[in-house]
């Protein structure tokens, strides 16, 4: 997070949102001068939280290094100590958000080996947005300057399957699973449009990008990722592997 940053979050700050910052302020924030550095009190940063990434890239690359030590089963669980508990106390600064499905088989922050304090996390059934999902996704970037978000979906998606076989079969699923179902019909449609040898799997991996490019391109995000502080990523989860495979809008160094 570097002061450049700090002039358009002040602005943010101060503009339109400024009753909304208020409310978020309740969430805790980094601090309010924006210069990426602890609030004055608290405790001094393990290693690990005084190299924490500030671009799109760095962000990116220590998830997928994360990622990697979740495949290769050598697990640092960074950060999760007392020490890291009382220096993220009084305030928060995350590097990444993470959209991901509700699934109990992937949790971000094991599949990404990270800490306390590391992620802005939402989970929905199949990964699917509204407003107030698109709200909390946009908070770290359009508050603090998070550089990093992440749509991942997942092999055998179970909410997914649902829908397919719902909209496919024009039989609606009971009570609010349908409105899961309703979300998803945008990429059953491109689904359907093609042959797919497995079509539930294709239906998650164009619904990850789908929500990618929404994120992407909506009024409050775009602008970030036109000035390269912001990058939107779709990534699709393993469950065999534990692997995640980057679909689209991967940043560069
Ligand atoms: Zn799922």
Redesign the pocket.
């Known amino acids: 997070m570097g002061t450049a940053k700090a002039p358009q979050r002040r602005a943010i700050l101060t503009g339109g949102l400024a009753a909304g910052a208020a409310l978020l302020t309740a969430c805790s924030s980094k601090d309010t001068a924006g210069t990426g550095k602890a609030v004055a009190g608290t405790p001094s940063p393990s290693p690990a939280t005084a190299s924490r990434p500030d671009s799109p890239w760095s962000a990116f690359a220590r998830l997928m290094d994360g990622n990697k030590r979740w495949v290769d089963g050598e697990l640092q669980h960074p950060d999760r100590d007392p020490k890291r508990r009382e220096f993220v106390a009084e305030a928060q600064d995350p590097y990444g958000v993470i959209l991901s499905?509700?699934?109990s088989r992937?949790p971000p922050e094991l599949v990404f080996d990270t800490g306390l304090g590391d992620l802005f996390v939402m989970r929905t059934?199949?990964?699917v947005v509204g407003p107030v999902v698109v709200g909390s996704v946009e908070y770290g970037p359009m508050t603090s300057g998070t550089p990093l978000v992440v749509v991942l979906?997942?092999q055998r998606?179970?909410?997914?399957k649902a829908a397919y076989e719902a909209l496919k079969d024009r039989k609606p699923l009971p009570g609010n699973l349908q409105s899961i179902a309703e979300a998803l019909r945008p990429a059953y449609r491109e689904t359907v449009e093609r042959q797919h040898a497995d079509p539930v799997d294709a239906m998650?991996r164009i619904h990850t990008k789908q929500t990618a490019a929404d994120l992407r391109s909506n009024k409050d995000l775009a602008p970030l990722v036109k000035k390269g502080e912001l990058a939107v990523v779709s990534a699709y989860y393993s469950l065999d592997t534990g692997r995640v495979e980057v679909l689209s809008g991967a940043p560069s160094a």
């Open positions: 499905c509700i699934d992937v059934g199949g990964q979906g997942h998606c179970g909410a997914v998650v």
